[in-house]
């Protein structure tokens, strides 16, 4: 219930800086003629900001793990943004010809959008961060498993929570899906040497609503950098092509 409250609130708050973007962008723009170019402006700008709303859902911007300040939440509002700036110049040119010149304004909307969205996701996160609880549970355990739940206990703020550790997972899924339900477990962290053996027994999580996640990659995203006793071939060939990948993502 709150996890809906708190994504009807960030959509509200989308909404509303859209809306202030425009108003600032009219009002550096145009000047004393403000009041003018609203008017020509507003109805446009009202019709493709839906595009700007579905990028950043698209984008996972309305889900906790990106409702936390990071450098991947950054990550995800540039893309947000980039890709709504094209569909918005794209939908722009079905508009009778003359109505939104220059097209530079779709540009420097979305800087000013971009800083506003940063600042105010930035505010409602230290406004509701105590109301935001992640618990973790932990399956198989490791160095860096120990690493995070320090790193978990020195940043509170990040409201992550260990909820305990499962060692042999292979044997015990009937164990976890029950702690699972029973300290409502939000993110399951898995550690292990073969996917293929407990993928399928971790379905019913994912249908529950839980968040499963390897922990080579939940290290890497929350401490922005990699353990070298996680390191494998399969991580060396995903990194690698993707750098090849970079206009295409």
Do not use: C
């Not at 839906?50 to 893309?79: C, H, K, N, Q, V």
């Not at 899924?173 to 550690?191: N, P």
Request: charge should be positive; aromatic fraction near 14%; charged fraction near 20%.
């Amino acid at each position: 219930m709150k996890r809906n409250l708190r994504k009807v609130l960030l959509l509200l708050g989308d909404w509303g800086i859209l809306y202030l973007s425009l108003f600032l962008l009219v009002l550096i723009r145009y000047k004393v003629e403000w009041e003018l170019q609203w008017d020509r402006h507003f109805t446009p700008f009202s019709l493709v900001f839906p595009i700007w709303i579905a990028a950043l859902y698209g984008s996972y911007l309305y889900e906790t793990r990106f409702f936390r300040p990071s450098i991947d939440a950054l990550r995800a509002m540039g893309a947000a943004i980039f890709i709504s700036i094209f569909g918005s110049i794209a939908a722009f040119y079905l508009f009778p010809p003359g109505l939104i010149q220059p097209r530079r304004n779709m540009v420097i909307f979305a800087a000013i959008f971009g800083i506003l969205l940063v600042t105010w996701r930035y505010l409602a996160y230290k406004a509701t961060r105590r109301q935001i609880e992640t618990n973790v549970l932990f399956l198989g355990e490791g160095k860096e498993v120990k690493e995070l739940i320090k790193f978990f206990k020195k940043n509170p703020d990040l409201r992550y929570n260990s909820k305990g550790i499962i060692e042999s997972v292979s044997t015990q899924f009937e164990k976890i899906a029950e702690q699972v339900k029973k300290q409502k477990i939000g993110l399951v962290v898995v550690k292990a040497p073969d996917r293929s053996n407990y993928v399928k027994s971790l379905f019913p999580l994912l249908a529950s609503g839980v968040t499963v996640i390897e922990l080579a990659e939940f290290y890497e995203r929350l401490l922005n950098k990699v353990s070298p006793e996680m390191l494998s071939d399969t991580w060396f060939i995903r990194n690698l092509e993707s750098i090849n990948l970079g206009v295409y993502e």
